[in-house]
């Protein structure tokens, strides 16, 4: 008898086990890890709270981490500490190159004069032709990398003509007031920062050269498995985008606290971007496919992709 107790005490102990591990895996399902960058919708989503308001019903909880740019999200989303997150064009065909399991999930309107090719206001630079054999300072696989490709090559240059310095924002923005660089290429709101702060001149921004979409991406398992927040999350995206076009005088107001800069900046940072979040359509895709190809043309990538096979069926 007494076997039989501690055989069916055992039965219970483990049955009590597996199930406590599961609802521990529940749980850790339910946490949603949104990766974000100083600026854009989503800096103002985690602001407003909204997603935590909607998620909550459904037992999730978010959790929010920053980065600088988007090659560094987009790593943390390969390696599974972050569920979605926002970037530029440029990253996400980096990523889906080194074979992370992204998804393509929504963009934002183009908006070309959200970054720029800059120089010191005393440089002797007047044009993008100048900077032949000059050192020009960027975050590699970011936005702006595609930005000097096509800018170089619109003035009659090759992207081998110049020494690119690759550098984070904060580390570009340093060698840029030292004087270390000869220009940089940069996106908002660094950008407008540089630029009050500095004197910094354009030589050219994306208009006329570059689209700059902002795209919304997820890794595919989480897209698999919650295919319903992803949804939720894009739905919020489009009320604070809508908030946005009807109080742009706010924006900034909201942005300067949460991002340590001037409203003034701000101002200049919002009125460069237009928005109105969308779901993936054709002609991005090939768009974004053309941007690809540039790259593996250049060796900036090691083989083709095709950015279809990153777009959820």
Do not use: C
């Not at 959790?63 to 999200?73: C, R, Y």
């Not at 929504?106 to 440089?123: F, H, M, N, R, T």
């Not at 984070?168 to 940089?184: I, L, Q, S």
């Not at 908002?188 to 991406?217: I, K």
């Amino acid at each position: 008898m007494n076997a039989a107790i501690r055989y069916l005490a055992k039965i219970a102990l483990a049955g009590g086990i597996a199930l406590g591990l599961a609802t521990v895996a529940d749980a850790e399902d339910k946490i949603v890890r949104i990766g974000f960058q100083k600026y854009g919708t989503l800096i103002l989503l985690k602001t407003k709270g909204l997603l935590e308001e909607k998620l909550e019903p459904q037992g999730y909880t978010v959790e929010w981490t920053e980065f600088p740019a988007g090659p560094q999200l987009l790593e943390a989303l390969n390696v599974g500490s972050v569920d979605f997150g926002t970037t530029g064009e440029a990253p996400p065909i980096f990523a889906q190159a080194a074979g992370a399991p992204l998804v393509y999930v929504g963009y934002e309107p183009p908006a070309p004069e959200a970054e720029a090719i800059i120089v010191p206001k005393d440089s002797p630079l007047k044009g993008v032709a100048d900077l032949k054999g000059k050192k020009v300072a960027l975050n590699k696989g970011s936005n702006v990398h595609y930005l000097l490709v096509k800018a170089l090559e619109k003035a009659g240059l090759s992207y081998s003509d110049i020494d690119v310095s690759f550098l984070p924002p904060a580390d570009a923005r340093a060698a840029f007031e030292k004087g270390a660089v000869d220009a940089w290429v940069i996106w908002e709101p660094f950008l407008a920062a540089a630029e009050a702060a500095t004197g910094a001149r354009q030589l050219a921004n994306g208009t006329g050269v570059v689209d700059n979409h902002e795209f919304y991406l997820a890794s595919r398992n989480f897209i698999n498995a919650h295919p319903e927040v992803v949804d939720t999350i894009v739905a919020s995206l489009g009320e604070v985008d809508t908030w946005i076009n009807a109080n742009r005088r706010d924006v900034a107001e909201q942005f300067s606290p949460a991002l340590g800069l001037p409203k003034d900046v701000l101002e200049v940072a919002v009125e460069r971007r237009q928005y109105g979040v969308k779901l993936i359509t054709p002609e991005v895709v090939a768009a974004q496919q053309k941007i690809a190809d540039v790259f593996h043309e250049l060796g900036l990538i090691p083989s083709t992709i095709k950015i279809a096979d990153a777009v959820q069926k």
